[in-house]
């Protein structure tokens, strides 16, 4: 058996704490709990990206479910309002299974139903999948509809068109000028208008984020129709006029489509195979090339998330096109010698306000190169951005980014927050890491080694011994400065008042990126510091738990949530670099550790988003997951180090044409 079952039978808060995803490829998707009560303003049965991978609204929110057995109802849907939980379908709900797509199995009267779901990979389609396992019955679906942007909520008003059309077993909706109409396909259907909006939808989890957790929807009737005989009907929602298509075709082209995922890429079991799917999610178009979605439900493609992903996504999962694109997709983007932090979810410019984004596509080059060896990319591509990059950062670019008299790297003021500790409550940052932070520059470090070596891939021999030259000067830099001899580690940030001496995680890149800048004793000792005030078995905490700035609760309003999220919250994506320190300073010991603490993780896949890894976790036991249930840099660095470090992946080149080797 593959993927998890989860035997449920009744359990309301164990089914409403379990979350699917299913995602089409374009950055939209279908989500929500095991039960189908939305629990979050995100949640939808069709969430369409109108202009991909951005620009997302919410068009169908669910559909409610009634079947007639023995001229008894029975629903089989559940909603939450204030006070009250109705209908009661979580009651005839026996289990929720996720493997290649989420699938429910329904009893009520004797009768068996299996429900499935699929969302069309590059189209803003979702299947929804009734299979009869046993009886014959009527069965009944009202759909809800939202029709706005996925950061809102909807609240009746005189405003939406009550009407839509149902002609040729289809039923099309436009709530609003500017809004995509929504099609049904409902074959073999009729349809009873009942126009008419439910009030006070309760979204717990936004309650319990301290936001607005109400919502109305509009309902513009009731569809019928009779399910016998191991009969099979396949709903299509989708923004686009699904007449002469079959809901079944689509449904098995996308599962063939994820069989074949998943036998391209050598990781086995079923963790591996977990994962390969959960990869697939996050890979979405950006024009004509390819991006990552950081997490879902909110986030939209961000550079940093990006190029940490990119290893662990593409090469290890076998997808060297789609790295390529990737990469060229941001270096069109490069401005100023910056890569972009976000790109917004309404089509507006890029925003340039990071300062290791940039540093972090230095390590994606390489990582491509040693995985594809690709010397046109390089020479075309590549090393013209990379070498804009450096001048730039020489010379000064924003946010006060630029190389100081010492060789290393400075950026931002007080107030900013260039790092991927970006957190702010009240427009202040929560933790201020301006002046030279200690991945900032061991990114810097490798940035130049890595120009170094494709220069002199290149035949630019001169360059090469230059830049060679200066990451010495720089290495030498750094060892001086961030090693705090007292605490056997390195500092968080130097300034010009003085060194950050809290032990935070950041100083482990210094251990595992392509070009480590310490060797033993002192690396033996980041590690063991690491290991003693920091790690968990979800990942590190940002903050050792004895500094007094440690905030050890996650939850209450944004602010609460901020503050907490860089000063002590544990990173699913840190375990990455540690396994890649542990292997390395430990060999085979290392190694059998780091298996340990992979077969360990595992379970949490059968957790808050089931089949997929989440954003972050609680410091303490039991390490409840926060955050996105999908967070494209924890499933990212789960799949690189079982490539890398591991070998549980295998690492196959992508055949050489003579185009790559012109």
Not at 268 to 278: D, E, Y
Request: glycine share 10%.
């Amino acid at each position: 058996m593959t993927g998890w079952q989860f035997e449920l039978h009744g359990d309301y808060e164990r089914s409403r704490s379990l979350e699917w995803l299913e995602t089409n490829g374009l950055g939209g998707y279908a989500s929500s709990t095991a039960c189908g009560a939305n629990s979050r303003r995100y949640h939808g049965l069709l969430v369409a990206a109108t202009h991909p991978p951005v620009g997302r609204v919410v068009l169908l929110s669910k559909l409610d479910e009634r079947v007639i057995v023995g001229g008894a109802s029975y629903d089989l849907s559940t909603n939450q309002f204030p006070g009250v939980v109705h209908p009661l379908g979580f009651q005839h709900l026996l289990s929720f299974r996720r493997d290649l797509f989420p699938a429910f199995e329904y009893e009520a009267g004797g009768a068996l139903l299996r429900k499935t779901i699929a969302a069309i990979q590059g189209e803003n389609t979702t299947i929804v999948l009734y299979e009869l396992l046993a009886g014959e019955m009527p069965l009944e679906l009202r759909p809800f509809l939202a029709a706005r942007d996925y950061h809102a909520l909807a609240k009746a008003n005189q405003f939406a068109r009550s009407e839509g059309a149902f002609e040729g077993e289809v039923y099309a909706h436009t709530m609003y000028d500017g809004m995509p109409t929504l099609f049904l396909s409902m074959p073999g259907f009729t349809f009873e208008a009942q126009p008419d909006w439910w009030r006070n939808f309760e979204y717990p989890t936004e309650r319990e984020r301290g936001l607005e957790a109400h919502e109305d929807l509009f309902t513009p009737g009731v569809f019928r129709r009779r399910v016998g005989g191991a009969g099979r009907v396949a709903i299509i929602a989708s923004t686009e006029a699904p007449r002469g298509r079959d809901g079944m075709e689509l449904f098995d082209a996308e599962r063939q489509r994820r069989q074949q995922r998943v036998r391209n890429v050598g990781i086995r079991g079923q963790l591996g195979r977990a994962l390969i799917l959960a990869a697939d999610q996050f890979i979405v178009p950006r024009g004509s090339n390819r991006s990552v979605i950081a997490g879902y439900h909110w986030f939209t493609d961000w550079g940093r998330d990006t190029m940490i992903s990119l290893p662990g996504l593409c090469l290890a999962t076998q997808r060297f096109e789609d790295a390529q694109l990737i990469l060229h997709a941001y270096s069109e983007s490069v401005s100023e010698g910056m890569l972009p932090n976000r790109f917004p979810d309404h089509g507006e410019p890029p925003e340039y306000n990071t300062v290791d984004a940039t540093l972090w596509f230095f390590v994606a080059a390489q990582k491509y190169w040693d995985h594809t060896a690709d010397v046109t990319f390089l020479r075309e591509t590549l090393l013209p951005v990379l070498r804009d990059i450096v001048a730039w950062h020489d010379r000064g670019t924003r946010h006060g980014i630029r190389v100081d008299a010492d060789g290393l790297l400075t950026a931002g003021r007080p107030g900013d927050q260039l790092t991927w500790m970006d957190a702010k409550v009240g427009g202040e940052p929560v933790t201020s890491r301006h002046g030279k932070p200690v991945e900032v520059n061991a990114l810097w470090y490798n940035a130049l080694r890595i120009l170094s070596g494709f220069e002199r891939r290149s035949g630019s021999p001169d360059s090469a011994r230059d830049l060679a030259a200066r990451a010495d000067a720089v290495a030498e830099q750094f060892r001086r400065l961030f090693w705090n001899e007292e605490a056997g580690c390195l500092y968080d940030v130097i300034r010009p008042d003085g060194p950050d001496a809290s032990i935070r995680p950041n100083q482990i890149f210094a251990l595992t990126l392509p070009f480590p800048l310490l060797e033993e004793p002192q690396a033996s000792s980041v590690l063991k510091v690491v290991e003693e005030r920091l790690l968990t078995p979800r990942g590190l905490r940002t903050l050792a738990p004895d500094d007094p700035k440690f905030i050890g609760r996650f939850g209450g309003p944004p602010s609460e949530r901020g503050a907490a999220d860089p000063q002590g919250m544990v990173w699913r994506c840190l375990l990455g670099p540690y396994i890649s320190a542990l292997v390395r300073l430990r060999g085979e010991g290392g190694r059998a550790e780091a298996l340990r603490l992979v077969v360990e993780f595992e379970p949490h896949l059968a957790e808050a988003g089931a089949g997929t890894i989440s954003e972050i976790f609680d410091p303490f036991p039991p390490y409840t997951p926060r955050g996105c249930i999908a967070q494209a840099w924890s499933v990212g660095e789960l799949l690189r180090v079982m490539s890398e470090d591991l070998g549980i992946a295998s690492r196959r080149r992508p055949p050489v044409s003579e185009k790559s080797v012109r």
